[in-house]
């Protein structure tokens, strides 16, 4: 719809009241928890093939040598392992570049149901590569679900801040992260030899993320549609109050945010290109932003960490798999922290906390490892850095940087904005775990002190050009950015960026 069009719909009026406190409803609850359904699929495939590892390396052993009559040769084979592991990074970048199309074309809520078909794809044929004794086809199951992973990890954020209300908004978008980090806890513990790790299970472990993408199907078709879609991108006025009044369970504040989105339409024009994003002066300053907080938090060795705690343990410790289910508990802890902070303490303060302890454990991971050698007692200590290293992680810059950029731009901006930072984040996984091994056999324990000059990059970036968005509506958010050179640190209703 052209911007003219718009003003004229919906013309710009003094900036209305927006109830500040907006309470909890079943029908916003159950909307955002099946959304996150999907994301607790990405954190199960994300965290239950690293125990069973041996055992599907063995299945395209002996594949390899059924249709051969030879083995596989080790280095082929870890190459081979390699690729089935990463291939799910390099899908997700691929279906990152979908996520604008999607979001605009058929709505956020259709776009996650849409989209849920690839997981569902991708779980058959992986659970149906034993079977067929194809290890291509495991291949094959994990980059559709690459793709899915690009797509509903935009989708999903874009979906539950259009729906949630301003005071409620950062908290709800953590809990994206949150079914995210359980579904990598229940992989982890899924892919123990002691429940469907084994040689004969395995294959059944791949399939069990079909229970929350069916769930989905089940629940999701009958949440209400984004509100802001409905009115800034459809025009349809009444259907987005009829949304708003099943979420809100109440005609309370439903009129005065009505009123603060059409003067968000007022601002904008509904249809934003590519060339468009890059190319706009009030997107420079949210791009950014966007870009050294996704790649301040994918870089600063939370990943590595992540991907190589139990080779880590391996190394000094006879239960390892405990200890990185250790690692996945804790991760599951900090999100839930991060849940009930995130609108008391605002993003800001999350941040900066997150990326200067980041920073901190990576300085001391670095002196402790170097010394490791002459203090084997300091193992323990070194265990403890890990946890502290990824409950900061998790604390802030984890949930943050997935939906920051849903709040820095507006409504026509906010897809590819999305897709931006899935292909950040995928991106930083995905080059990380290429660079990460060779790293540390140049750099050995200095490797970490990257990571701390990263950490620490963000934190100083953060601290000067991030405004504080908890508590604020999107339209006073990106009023800041419009036709501004930098970032107003305390805007004109007073507000200040530093609280």
């Known amino acids: 719809m052209p ?43 994300t965290g239950n093939v690293n125990a069973p590892a041996k055992i599907i390396e063995e299945f395209f052993n002996h594949t390899w040598r059924a249709r051969h009559n030879q083995s596989m040769s080790d280095h082929s084979l ?26 605009d074309s058929y709505g956020r809520r259709n776009s996650i149901l849409i989209v849920n078909c690839l997981s569902v794809a991708g779980a ?10 194809s290890f291509e086809i495991l291949i094959l199951g994990r980059l559709l679900f690459g793709l899915f992973c ?9 979906y539950i801040q259009e729906m949630s209300p301003t005071n409620l908004r950062g908290a709800f978008a953590t809990l994206n992260q949150v079914s995210f980090a359980t579904g990598i806890l229940v992989g982890m513990v899924a892919g123990l030899e002691t429940a469907l790790g084994t040689e004969h299970h395995w294959a059944m472990m791949l399939s069990l993320s079909l229970i929350p993408a069916l769930g989905q199907y089940l629940v999701l078709p009958f949440c209400p549609k984004s509100p802001r879609y409905l009115l800034i991108n459809q025009g349809e006025e009444k259907k987005a109050k009829d949304a708003l009044l099943r979420l809100r369970g109440s005609t309370d504040g439903v009129l005065a ?17 590519i060339h468009e994003f890059f190319r706009k002066h009030r997107y420079k300053q949210p791009i950014i932003i966007v870009l050294v907080i996704n790649l301040g938090s994918q870089l600063s060795g939370f990943n590595a960490i992540i991907n190589y705690s139990t080779k880590m343990f391996q190394a000094k ?34 941040l900066l906390t997150g990326f200067i302890s980041i920073a901190v454990c990576n300085l001391l991971m670095t002196i402790v490892d170097s010394v490791l050698h002459l203090v084997p007692e300091l193992r323990s200590l070194q265990v403890l850095l890990v946890f502290c290293l990824i409950s900061a992680y998790e604390l802030g810059p984890g949930p943050i940087s997935w939906f920051i950029a849903a709040e820095l731009f507006d409504q026509p901006g906010r897809p590819i904005a999305m897709a931006f930072t899935s292909m950040l984040n995928w991106g930083g996984k995905f080059v990380l775990a290429l660079l990460f091994p060779p790293l540390l056999k140049i750099c050995g324990a200095y490797v970490y002190l990257l990571f701390m000059t990263v950490a620490l990059f963000a934190f100083i970036f953060t601290f000067i050009r991030l405004p504080e968005t908890k508590g604020r509506t999107f339209d006073d958010i990106t009023e800041e950015f419009r036709g501004a050179e930098g970032i107003l640190l305390h805007n004109k209703t007073g507000f200040n960026t530093f609280t």
């Not at 058959?124 to 004794?133: T, V, W």
């Not at 690009?150 to 874009?158: D, R, T, Y």
Request: hydrophobic residues 45%.
């Open 3 to 45: 911007q003219h069009i718009l003003r004229e719909r919906y013309p710009i009026s003094p900036k209305p009241m927006v109830s500040q406190e907006s309470h909890l409803t079943a029908t916003l609850l159950t909307s955002i928890l099946a959304a996150v359904l999907g994301s607790l699929q990405i954190g199960y495939h």
């Open 78 to 103: 870890t190459l081979l392992w390699s690729l089935s592991v990463s291939i799910k990074d390099f899908g997700a970048l691929l279906g990152s570049l979908g996520v604008k199309y999607l979001a």
């Open 124 to 133: 058959c044929l992986m659970s149906a590569s034993k079977a067929s004794e």
């Open 150 to 158: 690009g797509l509903v990890m935009s989708l999903n954020p874009l």
């Open 257 to 273: 945010e009505l009123e603060e989105m059409k003067e968000e339409a007022g601002h904008t024009q509904t249809g934003v290109t």
């Open 317 to 350: 410790f006879d239960e390892a798999k405990y200890l990185t289910l250790g690692v996945g508990a804790v991760n599951v802890t900090f999100t839930l922290v991060a849940f009930f902070l995130m609108e008391r303490a605002g993003r800001r303060r999350l």
